[in-house]
């Protein structure tokens, strides 16, 4: 089991940049893929990005292919979500989650470990 903090969420006008980090507390932090989900007003929780325990295959949904970029620290117990060309519609909570399961897998589990998420709002 790992605890999980998000930070990084602000206010940005579209087309600005943020950096999202999710810091973890545990000494198995890096046998965990994480996942990257966000949830915006009246909609259901998402996948954004995923990456694997090593760091060596990352994962993205459509939307924000090309523009949004997951890396990940083992030495810091920490991972990146580096959030450039921000459009309005990337506005909503976002939440890191870590589990044992492949990076490919984009679905939600209730056996992962979850955030408390952090907001991000992009004006237009």
């Known amino acids: 089991q790992v605890q999980l903090v998000e930070s990084g969420g602000g206010l940005v006008q579209a087309g600005g940049s943020l950096r999202l980090s999710c810091a973890a507390s545990?000494?198995?932090?890096?046998?965990?893929?994480i996942r990257w989900f966000r949830q915006a007003p009246g909609k259901e929780r998402e996948f954004v990005a995923s990456?694997?325990?090593?760091?060596?295959?990352?994962y993205y949904a459509d939307s924000v292919k090309g523009r949004f970029t997951i890396s990940r620290d083992n030495a810091k117990n920490t991972v990146y979500l580096q959030m450039n060309s921000l459009k309005p519609e990337d506005t909503a909570v976002y939440y890191c989650?870590?589990?044992?399961?492949?990076?490919?897998?984009?679905?939600?589990?209730?056996?992962?470990?979850w955030g408390q998420g952090t907001q991000v709002t992009v004006s237009s």
């Open positions: 990456i694997s325990w090593s760091g060596g295959s990352t």
């Open positions: 545990g000494r198995t932090f890096s046998t965990y893929a």
């Open positions: 989650a870590a589990d044992k399961r492949a990076a490919s897998i984009v679905t939600m589990t209730s056996r992962a470990d």
